[in-house]
């Protein structure tokens, strides 16, 4: 917004402010503001004022000047009282037209530093003039007195007054329009009031407050629209969270759905089938591989199916002789060796095609049981019982489990291993010795006891187990012990004796299901080498699993006892080791 500087109106644009100009200021008619006179021109309106209105002129010149100063300094104030002083006083500005060059808007000073300066020696000039006008207050009642005898009476130009003279006007613009005139006096400084909120001066304390009011609607409006854009903005990120919760519980469901169906397989309960599907279909592999003539399978075939309509073992996985075998090469060799205790007559029995991968539970199992079968001692428990086949094993299983034993391991096999590869542990084995009255215990070697993770004690333990009868002092010593269920994680063994070192050391030997039939027939040569030895023997250092679980034989029992470890084989547990 441009202003006039003439009379204080205020336009939009430069083109409109030199129309103004031209159509109010130039060719408007010219009229003498003290007394009225027109019909001349400009030059002769500008003549007559400085001669005939010489002392009014320069009053008006000084109001003029002050009320310009301080229009422009208080202008960046932005006051609501700026509009109303700009209006009154352009008809001050008007009157003291005459007095000013036409200069166009943009020739005018708007440097703060110009303005400011000018205010103050105009303010200092206006305040002298003031001060010897009224010392000459007489010469001007006399000049007065001809002046309106030959023009008008002069007028108010703010309320439009008329008064005889032009000292009695300017005393009644002193008194009745001081205010309007806002001219400083050297004793008194007008209050300013700072904005707390933008830093603006104002003059008059409402106008502060009505300014500060409008400051407070501003921003409660703007909390308001705050408000309305954090509350969607909490909404989209409350819905966005949502979504990112249910993509990640669908990805972790179906993580632990493809872990649970990993185990399933490991475990063999994922319903592939059980030894006779698997045996038929590792079969046809070898068939077709060409290591299997299809004669060869069709005869196996049905050897299978007599074993398992039977539920008899077809003992085509067994090696017999390895505990005699193992006594002559003892009584002859091993010279390194200071004493050995064997268990009973124990037949090895390795995994065949049906249970590759899962069934050396099963097979430790059948090595277990062929050497009570060669205990006279057992006779009253297992008579007439011959070596079983696993799926007849997983039979004898679940019917121990609906007699009551070992409630909980049944549940986590679904009360069901016919059919399936599932395999089994110390605790199955337990409950079909338990089931068969075979008296036995599990003991448990829940952490390491030796440096770097090995178990020493596990085999002081079997040390003992085997040396506990009194057998004199020969390096053979043949018990009447049987073998011990040795389980891990992920596989299980049959220890069959132990080996103490002229060093000391213990060295534990070990039936693996894993190891093939040929392998053990090596130990029957009559001269067996040591290195034969080495796929049984185990030292301390061999068996660094983080837990070890056995099974051990004590003998048989009674009916009586039976049902009391049916009963306690709901809450048992196994005995640990410290």
Not at 240 to 245: A, F, G
């Amino acid at each position: 917004m441009l202003s006039c500087d003439i009379c204080g109106e205020t336009v939009t644009s430069e083109p409109d402010m030199k129309a103004h100009l031209l159509i109010v200021h130039m060719e408007n008619e010219v009229i003498c503001p003290f007394c009225k006179l027109s019909g001349v021109n400009y030059d002769e309106m500008c003549f007559h004022i400085e001669t005939a209105h010489f002392e009014q002129n320069e009053l008006e010149r000084s109001f003029a000047r002050i009320n310009t100063i301080q229009i422009r300094t208080s202008d960046n104030r932005k006051d609501n009282t700026l509009q109303c002083r700009m209006e009154v006083n352009s008809s001050v500005h008007s009157a003291c037209a005459s007095n000013h060059p036409k200069t166009s808007p943009q020739t005018l000073p708007s440097d703060d530093t110009l303005k400011h300066k000018a205010y103050s020696e105009n303010l200092t000039e206006s305040r002298k003039f003031l001060k010897s006008r009224e010392k000459e207050c007489d010469l001007s009642k006399i000049k007065g007195s001809i002046y309106e005898t030959v023009y008008s009476p002069p007028e108010c130009p703010f309320c439009g007054r008329i008064e005889d003279c032009s000292q009695d006007m300017e005393n009644h613009v002193k008194t009745k329009h001081a205010n309007l005139l806002d001219t400083p006096s050297e004793d008194h400084d007008q209050p300013l009031y700072d904005c707390p909120m933008c830093g603006l001066i104002c003059t008059n304390y409402h106008i502060l407050q009505e300014h500060v009011d409008l400051h407070l609607e501003e921003s409660s409006f703007g909390q308001g629209i705050n408000r309305v854009q954090c509350s969607r903005d909490l909404e989209l990120a409350h819905q966005l969270q949502q979504e990112e919760d249910r993509k990640r519980r669908s990805e972790e469901a179906r993580q632990e759905m493809g872990e649970f169906q990993k185990l399933q397989r490991q475990y063999g309960l994922d319903n592939s089938g059980g030894y006779k599907q698997q045996q038929l279909r590792n079969m046809e592999i070898e068939v077709n591989r060409g290591r299997m003539h299809p004669s060869e399978f069709h005869r196996r075939k049905a050897d299978m199916m007599e074993s398992l309509a039977i539920g008899i073992d077809d003992g085509k996985t067994k090696t017999s002789g390895i505990i005699e075998a193992l006594y002559r090469y003892y009584q002859n060799a091993a010279t390194d060796v200071r004493r050995v205790w064997l268990s009973t007559g124990v037949d090895h029995f390795h995994s065949s095609f049906g249970d590759k991968g899962w069934g050396c539970g099963y097979r430790n199992f059948q090595m277990l049981l062929s050497s009570l079968l060669q205990n006279d001692a057992y006779d009253d428990c297992l008579k007439g019982m011959s070596i079983p086949c696993i799926p007849k094993i997983q039979s004898m299983i679940e019917d121990a489990w609906k007699e009551g034993f070992d409630p909980q391991g049944a549940s986590q096999l679904n009360n069901r291993l016919q059919g399936t590869k599932a395999w089994i542990g110390a605790c199955e084995v337990y409950t079909l010795l338990t089931s068969l009255r075979v008296k036995c215990h599990i003991v448990d070697f829940h952490k390491s006891t030796g440096p770097l993770g090995t178990h020493p004690r596990l085999f002081e333990w079997i040390l003992n187990y085997y040396s506990s009868e009194r057998e004199g002092n020969p390096k053979v010593v043949c018990t009447s012990k049987p073998p011990i269920y040795l389980q891990h994680q992920g596989h299980s063994r049959t220890v069959v004796g132990i080996e103490e070192r002229k060093n000391r050391t213990l060295c534990l030997l070990i039936f693996d299901p894993g190891c093939p039939s040929r392998e053990m027939q090596k130990l029957l040569k009559q001269d067996t080498e040591a290195s034969n030895l080495k796929q049984l023997r185990k030292f301390v250092g061999n068996l660094k699993h983080k837990q070890y679980q056995i099974v051990a034989v004590e003998g048989v029992l009674s009916s009586e006892e039976k049902i009391a470890r049916r009963q306690a084989s709901q809450v048992f547990t196994a005995e640990k080791i410290p």
